[in-house]
């Protein structure tokens, strides 16, 4: 076998940010790295913390059987020619601080994660996980001007996991032969839909009663709550990190998995201009493509009155808070 030294030998080696270093994103770092898909930034603003995760994570590497660097930092400089940015960084709701409150805070920590990434990584793939998912995607949007298949919130996979999680405790049968389909904003108002949602290929509409189905929707609506009240004094995080792992890593191993994320809509569902859940095919140049599922009055209603009130928050905070777009 001959050899060039003018060969190319080395390929890029794929670089995700990860903005907030809370336990969701501390956790989809470690995922990322231990699947051993991308080198990992780890940002936040809290000193000493991204740093002291990223080094706890290196000291794993030998045993995890991965080789990825992980860096730690406060600067976004650090965060320069990433491939997928990911944005985690925000608060939890607090006793007594009302929904109005969480959503200008949390807006303001989006938009400016955003506009400071971007100047960094202008190429990179945008994933915003913070809460309200649907509302901080569409202002990240609005923020950096990104096309729409390169900016795209985490829920859908979320919710459907968890559904996927309800229907096969409920039927006593493997996760893994389980396929579920949420659609909507992530919240009360979600859509799942049990006729695109299946046990190796059958419907579980053929497998359950109707009031058995509808136990399930319901908890799965409720599905971060639930966790929220069963540990108390947080949320879930290790579902969330490995569901935005997974679409991360359709991206940079270009699977072109249909994924349920929030994306932008151009007159799909008879929805424009707003981030929701729906079926997208995830490549490496972000959403290749939203599929349109062919849904019922009942459905195709859930899914509207879902888009209904993702406008009216939007257009709440759009009245307190000025964007510039980018």
Not at 105 to 123: D, F, G, L
Not at 147 to 168: E, H, K, N
Request: contains cysteine; proline residues 5%; negative net charge.
């Amino acid at each position: 076998m001959s050899y060039s030294p003018s060969s190319p030998i080395l390929c890029h080696s794929p670089r995700v940010t990860v903005i907030g270093a809370g336990k969701v994103g501390s956790t989809l770092a470690q995922r990322i790295a231990e699947k051993n898909l991308a080198d990992v930034v780890l940002l936040d603003i809290v000193e000493g913390m991204p740093q002291g995760l990223a080094l706890d994570l290196m000291e794993a590497r030998g045993i995890e059987l991965h080789h990825r660097q992980i860096t730690g930092t406060n600067s976004y400089a650090d965060t320069a020619n990433s491939d997928v940015v990911v944005i985690t960084a925000g608060f939890p709701r607090k006793p007594g601080m009302s929904r109005d409150d969480l959503l200008m805070m949390n807006a303001k920590i989006v938009v400016e994660s955003a506009n400071r990434a971007i100047a960094h990584s202008p190429n990179a793939i945008y994933i915003v996980v913070t809460n309200p998912l649907d509302v901080m995607t569409y202002l990240a949007w609005q923020a950096t001007g990104l096309p729409r298949d390169r900016i795209m919130g985490m829920a859908g996979v979320l919710d459907s996991a968890r559904f996927q999680t309800f229907i096969a405790m409920e039927l006593g049968v493997c996760p893994t032969d389980v396929n579920a389909m949420v659609l909507g904003s992530h919240g009360d108002l979600m859509v799942p839909l049990p006729r695109y949602s299946t046990v190796n290929g059958i419907p579980i509409t053929e497998l359950m009663d109707e009031s058995r189905i509808e136990r399930l929707v319901e908890r799965t609506r409720n599905g971060g709550a639930e966790v929220v009240a069963l540990m108390k004094t947080g949320s879930a995080f290790f579902a969330p990190a490995s569901s935005t792992c997974v679409m991360v890593e359709s991206i940079l191993l270009n699977q072109s998995r249909l994924l349920p994320v929030a994306a932008y809509l151009e007159g799909e569902y008879g929805l424009k201009d707003i981030f929701i859940g729906v079926p997208c095919h995830l490549g490496a140049r972000g959403i290749e493509r939203v599929l349109e599922l062919s849904l019922t009055d009942t459905e195709s209603s859930a899914l509207h009155t879902s888009a209904q009130a993702i406008r009216k928050t939007i257009d709440k905070i759009q009245d307190i808070f000025s964007i510039g777009v980018g």
